[in-house]
Structures are given as C-alpha cells and as structure tokens.
C-alpha cells in the first residue's frame, strides 16, 4: 500500500489518499491503513460516507478492491473541525445559486432512512455558519447513484424561477452513461411516454399521451464488445429517464439492476451528470458546469487492443 501526498486543495489536504496495489476488501484495507484506530472508529467512517473508492462513496464493508484503484478517506478531525462536505465539492456560488459536483453514493435530498447525510443537508449546515437565517432549496435531483452536476437555489423565490422557466432557462443537460453491450447505432434518438407503477417502477408506453412525453438524444463516444459509453442529451427531465429508455433499447445502464443490469464492476451506477448550462435566474448571464467523466466509465469503454 502506497500512500500518495497531495495538498493541492483543501479536500485532499484534509484526507488521506492510497493507491491500491492488490486485490483485498475494502474493510481490511482501511484497518491496515488506519491502524491506530480501532475497529469500531474505521467502521463508523465508512458508514458516515467518509470513504470514496475512485469515484464513488463506498460504505459495503466488503466491497472488493482491484489493483490500481484510488482510496481516499476523508479525516475525522477535517469532517467535524473544517464542517468539510463529505461526497460533494461546490463548483460555484453566488448570492442566488450555488452548483455542486455530487458523487454517486450521496442522496441529493432526505428520505424516511436518511435525513442527515445527503447534499441538501450539507448544503444547508453551510449557508447557516454565514448567517443561521439562510436557507437551501432543491431546484432539482439526482438519483443517490448517480453522479455529476447539480444545482440549489438560496431564496424560495429563485427556485419558483428555475422550476417554473426551467425548460427556457435550461440551455444544455446533458450526461454520460455507461451501458452494457456495443450500441449499434452511432447516433440515436428515443421518444416515449413514461408512466410509474405502484411499485415505483417506471417505464414506457408508445401509445401517445398516455403519461409523461419523454425525448432523449444519445451518441457513442467509445465502445468495445462489452461496454458502450454514451453522452445522452435530455430533452425532457422525467424520473429515470434515461435509465427506462437506455432499457427500452436493449443496452441498460450498468449497475441499474432495476432496469435490466445484468453487470455492475464499476460498483455504482454508470450515470454521470457531465454538463449543465443554463442562463443565472437573476443576471440572465449564460454559466456552463462541467463534471469530469469518471475514470471507470472511461477505462470501462475503452477499445480493447489485439
């Protein structure tokens, strides 16, 4: 085990990064590291979501590391003293908005589980040290295991102005997915209505109106004969969306065992959202935030050699 030194900003600074050099559980691993702490002390880390392998928070005890894979471990001192973000890193801030890149792993909002650890709760906690009058509201979500760029109002009124002008202010959404099989077409484009069971479950209808007009654009940016990775356009925001059309087309989002996944070696789900541009809800001026492409996704889909 290598450990790699990086004080460049103030999240590595306040973490300690490992490269991993062989095959071993994630648990094991962490108790070699921090072997001044005891068992009890590792295990509440990762299950406060303190530990990240590559791109994604990893809380399974037994999760299985592969050679080459980065560990970062975010200090308990630096999580409490620093009231650091945990999963998460601002890419922007001002006066009305602030824009988040979320790692997978990390819920966007609270449910009946979990209230505390997730981006809106954060959020929340840090606008309150400027001022415990101010306040985080969620414009819009992305699923627990899906990473990449979102956004949060800072008044009631910018987000009613977000939600309500969200299809004219929006200029550009767009993710990349990794899916399983080779797509076939280098270029594609599928619209459907989408409805939802009583299980939660949604999916598709081609039968006009009947449920949500969904439209999604996609293209291939690299593949093998394993794995395609895409970058998809939405042209509409349904729940799930892309995840019940890339299912629609026979090539499901790995790891997305709900909607037809039979693989997940990434070990989170292959949904990123790269780039949302929108014009601010205030001064009208255009922004632009990207989200770099995970490195699984990418090494994933690369075109394997003879």
Do not use: C
Request: cysteine-free; overall charge positive.
């Amino acid at each position: 085990m290598s450990k790699k030194h990086n004080t460049r900003n103030k999240k590595q600074a306040n973490s300690l990064i490992y490269t991993v050099r062989e095959q071993q559980e994630l648990l094991p691993f962490l108790r070699e590291a921090m072997s001044n702490r005891s068992r009890n002390s590792v295990k509440s880390i990762l299950t406060r979501g303190q530990v990240t392998v590559d791109d994604h928070i990893e809380t399974k005890h037994n999760y299985s590391l592969q050679a080459g894979q980065t560990v970062t471990i975010l200090k308990n001192k630096a999580a409490v003293k620093e009231n650091a973000l945990i999963g998460m890193s601002i890419l922007y801030e001002d006066d009305d908005i602030i824009v988040i890149n979320k790692e997978a792993g990390l819920l966007s909002i609270a449910t009946e589980k979990e209230k505390r650890q997730t981006a809106h709760h954060q959020l929340m906690e840090y606008v309150r040290l400027e001022n415990p009058q101010n306040r985080i509201f969620v414009v819009h979500r992305l699923d627990k295991d899906t990473s990449g760029v979102m956004m949060f109002a800072k008044s009631e009124q910018v987000k009613r102005t977000l939600q309500n002008n969200w299809k004219t202010i929006v200029k550009k959404r767009s993710y990349a997915a990794l899916v399983e099989g080779k797509v076939a077409k280098e270029k594609g484009y599928i619209s459907s209505w989408l409805r939802e069971s009583k299980t939660h479950l949604v999916y598709s209808s081609q039968t006009k109106n009947d449920g949500l007009h969904a439209v999604t654009r996609y293209k291939v940016i690299q593949s093998n004969q394993d794995y395609s990775l895409l970058e998809v356009q939405l042209e509409t925001g349904r729940k799930n969306q892309i995840r019940v059309h890339m299912q629609d087309l026979g090539y499901p989002v790995v790891g997305d065992k709900k909607y037809g996944s039979k693989t997940n070696e990434i070990g989170r789900l292959g949904l990123h959202a790269k780039v949302l541009s929108f014009n601010h809800p205030t001064t009208e001026q255009l922004l632009l935030f990207k989200a770099d492409v995970p490195k699984s996704f990418l090494t994933k889909s690369k075109l394997e050699k003879n």
